[in-house]
């Protein structure tokens, strides 16, 4: 059989559905655009291309990646977040929607402060998607990045050279706060930390728990353990009135709003729902005096 655009679409989509992956119709698009390199539109205009031999044999390797739980951004190198697109690899998270709730938030703190430069620390900075997004969107502050994995700082620092009007990013490795001077300097703190429980990591979907980067999902036994040492060390960081914005999961709003209450630096404690619906970020504000 001649296989054309339409019908490898259709055997795959079913192919898809028979070993239970995600959105088969979409994956199957998303992968054939991707191995033909035209965008899914094309797909649809070119609906009786018949594919050659080799496209073939470059589909069924896709095929039989995503088959086995190899998540779609993995395989295409690519994910959109916010109002751009990253590179990603087995090396990084991969952005999620939620987290888009941490770029709005961060990004209406920075518009409410007339302060110009602004100072941005960003801890655990994975592919960039979150503050390459402040960058772009304030390209006239300063941004600073950290992260302990060197194989994530490459590729942040690869996906920021990607984008033209962008501030300045200082990228730095290290774990946390480590390789920082306490003192008051930056505006806005911002993290979106591991947070699962150990002990629920074996319980998340193969595509997490078998490729991405585990040191960036678990957060220890409580889950709390990086976010503790964040929440801990912040005040020492931040300029009065400075706030750090965290993300979280959702069902430590109670946990993380006591550990934030400890600390007698903040005086201020906000919780924000994702668009799901769900806490998911913490906004912790230090005193002004
Ligand atoms: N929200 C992510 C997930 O559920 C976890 C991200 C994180 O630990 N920072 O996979």
């Not at 087995?90 to 402060?113: A, F, K, M, Q």
């Not at 979907?205 to 960036?216: F, L, N, Q, V, Y």
Request: some cysteine; charged content about 20%.
């Amino acid at each position: 059989m001649d296989w054309t655009v339409f019908t490898l679409i259709s055997w795959t989509e079913a192919y898809f559905a028979r070993h239970r992956i995600d959105s088969p119709r979409l994956t199957a698009e998303i992968l054939l655009g991707f191995c033909l390199g035209i965008r899914r539109l094309d797909l649809y205009l070119q609906h009786d291309r018949p594919l050659e031999k080799q496209e073939l044999a470059r589909f069924k390797t896709l095929i039989q990646r995503r088959k086995n739980h190899e998540p779609v951004a993995y395989i295409t190198g690519e994910k959109g977040f916010f109002e751009s697109s990253f590179q990603v690899g087995p090396g990084v998270l991969i952005p999620r929607p939620d987290t888009e709730t941490l770029v709005t938030t961060t990004l209406s703190v920075l518009d409410e402060n007339p302060r110009n430069p602004q100072k941005i620390l960003e801890l655990g900075v994975g592919s960039g998607a979150i503050v390459i997004s402040l960058a772009m969107a304030h390209p006239g502050h300063l941004f600073f990045a950290g992260d302990i994995s060197l194989s994530a700082l490459e590729t942040a620092r690869k996906n920021a050279a990607r984008e033209k009007e962008i501030g300045t990013i200082h990228f730095f490795n290290g774990s946390w706060f480590s390789p920082l001077a306490p003192g008051p300097f930056f505006d806005v703190i911002v993290s979106n930390p591991p947070y699962i429980p150990s002990s629920d990591i074996f319980g998340l979907a193969p595509e997490i728990r078998d490729h991405e980067p585990i040191t960036a999902l678990d957060g220890g036994d409580d889950g709390l353990e990086c976010i503790r040492e964040i929440v801990t060390c912040a005040g020492d960081y931040l300029v009065p009135g400075g706030q750090l914005i965290l993300e979280m999961g959702f069902d430590q709003k109670t946990a993380v709003s006591a550990l934030a209450k400890t600390c007698p630096q903040f005086d201020q404690i906000h919780v924000i729902q994702d668009l799901a619906g769900q806490n998911r970020v913490a906004q912790c504000k230090k005193k002004i005096d």
